[in-house]
């Protein structure tokens, strides 16, 4: 239950627990054509305080990005491990932290617009299922279940490619996705990707 008093007591308690809060690092996103974008991430075997301030530092990054999910590879850590909220932070209950996930089971589909925070500027149709059921471990190493639809199910699914070292131009039809890949090597020739 929230709490509701207002004595000054424990609206002191609350700004000292935010003002010890460490400060979040920012990482940089990874672009497309780095290969830890491209190969499969290793499992996660050690669950402790560092793996939980990644967590943290992930979501910092996310938000930061403008987006509603990041995957390890994309701050170019090969492990496992990916966080969403498709609330954009608004939110904290929203917060999900996916370490070892794999899809489960799948219905339904949906073909809706796409992007990616490691393939900026660029956006294409993408058919994913409306609902899927995600097996993962939290973090303290503990097996849960957790079922999406509509944009979670998708974030969930976006992620875990990633985690299989696949993106979304994959799932594009050929024609749009050699035309991305031509305008990002043009944008590479110019310097500024």
């Known amino acids: 239950m929230a709490d509701k008093s207002t004595t000054s007591e424990s609206t002191q308690e609350k700004v000292t627990q935010t003002a010890e809060a460490p400060p979040r690092k920012i990482y940089p996103i990874v672009k497309y054509g780095d290969a830890v974008l491209e190969r499969p991430?290793?499992?996660i075997?050690?669950?402790?305080?560092?793996?939980?301030?990644?967590?943290?530092?992930?979501?910092a990054s996310m938000y930061a990005a403008q987006g509603v999910g990041l995957a390890a590879p994309q701050i170019g850590k090969s492990i496992r491990l990916a966080v969403v909220d498709v609330s954009n932070g608004k939110n904290p209950e929203?917060?999900?932290v996916?370490?070892?996930p794999e899809v489960i089971h799948a219905e339904g589909?949906?073909?809706e617009e796409e992007g990616c925070l490691s393939i900026p500027g660029f956006r294409g149709y993408v058919i994913r299922p409306q609902f899927v059921t995600v097996k993962a471990q939290n973090l303290k190493g503990?097996?849960?279940?957790?079922?999406?639809?509509?944009?979670?199910?998708?974030a969930f699914c976006h992620e875990i490619d990633h985690l299989?070292?696949?993106?979304?131009?994959?799932h594009l039809s050929m024609l749009k996705r050699d035309l991305i890949k031509r305008k990002i090597k043009k944008l590479r020739k110019e310097g500024e990707w």
Do not use: C, Y
């Open 109 to 111: 589909e949906v073909r």
């Open 41 to 43: 991430a290793a499992t």
């Open 142 to 154: 503990e097996p849960f279940e957790i079922r999406g639809e509509n944009l979670l199910a998708r």
């Open 45 to 59: 075997k050690k669950f402790d305080a560092e793996l939980e301030e990644l967590s943290e530092d992930m979501f």
């Open 94 to 96: 929203a917060k999900i």
């Open 164 to 170: 299989n070292g696949i993106l979304f131009l994959q």
């Open 98 to 100: 996916l370490i070892n």
